[in-house]
């Protein structure tokens, strides 16, 4: 498989009164033309990997790796002004709760042709039939009145598929989705994964899917990395994430409700300090 990203031994730190705390651990993987899902509880370093790909993470956290390659290119040579290049062109990134990422008194047009404008020479009758045909591909109805509308006017289901077209409309390479789906009902959710997936196969794009649902990751996803404390401790095929080996996985899994397995507890994870020291599993292709 054409390797788009190869990430290898990342760490991202943050300095602390107690110490330096290591957010990210030696992480090492690749992306290809499909879809990767990252696991992992809360502060398991999900989103700090998807962050520091693109160089968001400020002083005085530290980003630190072997390398960080896009298409072969070393992202950490580059300058702050190269990467803005970079930044939405070529790597999207759709951050949690996205509709708050939307400026609150600016219509959503304005905004969209914005995102477009920024990376393309492109007149504003261009970018707005651009941003017109984007909204309609994530399956907004009427979107003439959704370019003239504000944030404050859509729902949360509107307002995920807004912010996908805003990160896709300058047809990037990769897209980086932070548990873009973590506030929507059941129906929206999967009406959002399926034009996600639909983007992703005619587009050829390479899909980085962080989230802390792991059946929704082995029915959406091609490959999986599950995190623990800042480190990968297991990979495996999406659809065999469910006869994974590692104990960390096993207790995630064991810990969900089951509808054909009902249980009067559901059980609880029990933690081995041996996981946080273990090295770091690779998630290369």
């Known amino acids: 498989m054409e390797k788009l990203l190869d990430v290898e031994n990342l760490w991202v730190k943050f300095p602390s009164r107690q ?4 957010a990210v651990r030696g992480v090492s993987f690749s992306l290809g033309r499909e879809r990767l899902g990252i696991v ?11 962050r520091a790909i693109l160089r968001l993470i400020r002083s005085p956290g530290i980003v630190e790796a072997d390398h960080i390659k896009l298409d072969g290119v070393n992202l950490l040579a580059k300058t702050e002004k ?11 990134m759709v ?22 404008r920024l990376h393309n020479k492109a007149s504003k009758a ?10 309609e591909a994530v399956s907004i109805r009427d979107p003439e009145r959704v370019m003239r509308a504000y944030p404050h006017e859509m729902s949360g289901g509107m307002g995920q598929r807004i912010m996908i077209a805003m990160m896709l409309i300058p047809n990037p390479e990769i897209l980086i ?4 789906t973590s506030a929507l009902d059941v129906s929206v959710q999967r009406q959002v994964l399926d034009i996600m997936d639909k983007l992703v196969k005619e587009r050829g794009m390479g899909l980085i899917f962080i989230s802390h649902d792991l059946n929704l990751v ?4 091609d490959r999986v990395l599950i995190m623990y404390a800042g480190r990968i401790v297991e990979v495996c095929e999406a659809d065999k994430l469910h006869e994974a080996k590692h104990p960390y996985t096993r207790g995630l899994l064991n810990s969900l409700p089951r509808l054909d397995a009902p249980r009067d507890r559901l059980e609880v994870l029990q933690r081995d300090p041996a996981w946080s020291t273990a ?4 998630g290369q292709i």
Do not use: H, W
């Open 218 to 221: 082995a029915d959406f996803c």
């Open 95 to 116: 951050m949690q709760d996205p509709k708050f990422s939307l400026n609150p008194v600016t219509t959503i047009g304005d905004q969209i042709i914005e995102a477009y």
């Open 177 to 180: 989705a932070d548990e873009p």
């Open 82 to 92: 190269e990467m803005r290049a970079v930044r939405g062109q070529r790597i999207s």
């Open 126 to 135: 261009d970018a707005y039939a651009k941003s017109i045909e984007m909204l």
């Open 279 to 282: 090295p770091s599993v690779s």
């Open 19 to 22: 110490g330096v705390f290591d």
């Open 40 to 50: 992992g509880e809360s502060g398991s370093g999900k989103s700090m990997t998807g």
